[in-house]
């Protein structure tokens, strides 16, 4: 797969980590078109794909250091101060939501907003990756029933194990089913899996514990035991 550019924009703000991984966050790999930005725990810009810039026109150079709220039209600043701060407590592991992205020619472009908390060892988080996508891009996955429960469970923390427990599943079931919606996100790691799913809708916001939104649940197709299915269920 593809990775998506990254500009790193560190090294022109004292203070900001530089990173060489071309990934933006720890293993989760981007498509070229991939609209992505990491913050420091101050909500100031520390890398942005190439996607994003050419989106917005902002070039890594100018969004360097400053505050990401800043590119969002003034209604939604508040908002998204007020909900990156509760995501700093380690309240919520991420948040959700739709606004307006100024670009630099003077258009707003609707978009839909994910920011998720990325921690060491311990919170604070260390920083925050922030996912957009046009209101109009935005497509749920298809999901199995089984995937489904699976993805509900890694949202809410659950392990392989306990995830085998409660599905009545093998380890090598879950991680069929795991392996199965990483490839569908184009991730690699159930981190980015997660914020994946709360950025297509698949999960619903503020919802604990995790649970599919009622869109996606319409889609979800009947369990039917293929073959490698079968194999590892």
């Known amino acids: ?30 498509r070229p078109d991939a609209r992505a930005l990491q913050l420091d725990r101050y909500g100031r810009v520390v890398r942005v794909s190439a996607g994003l810039t050419r989106w917005i026109g902002w070039s890594g150079a100018q969004l360097a250091g400053r505050p990401f709220e800043l590119v969002l039209h003034p209604d939604r600043r508040a908002w998204f101060r007020h909900r990156f701060s509760i995501l700093l407590t380690d309240a919520y592991p991420h948040f959700v939501g739709l606004a307006e992205v100024t670009t630099t020619d003077g258009r707003l472009a609707s978009s839909h907003i994910t920011a998720v908390a990325v921690r060491g060892t311990e919170p604070p988080a260390d920083s925050v990756l922030v996912l957009l996508t ?21 949202a809410g923390g659950a392990s392989t194990a306990e995830l085998a427990a409660s599905l009545h599943l093998s380890r090598k079931g879950v991680e069929y089913h795991v392996t199965a919606l990483l490839r569908q996100a184009r991730v690699t790691n159930r981190t980015a899996l997660v914020a994946w799913a709360y950025h297509c809708g698949v999960l619903v916001p503020g919802s604990w514990p995790p649970r599919l939104a009622p869109e996606a649940r319409e889609q979800v197709r009947p369990r039917a035991r293929t073959s490698a299915a079968a194999q590892h269920a």
């Open 134 to 154: 046009p209101e109009n891009r935005v497509r749920r996955p298809q999901l199995t029933e089984v995937g489904a429960r699976v993805l509900e469970g890694l």
């Open 1 to 30: 797969m593809e990775t998506a550019s990254i500009t790193s924009v560190a090294r022109t703000e004292p203070g900001l980590a530089a990173g060489a991984d071309p990934d933006l966050i720890g293993g989760l790999r981007l």
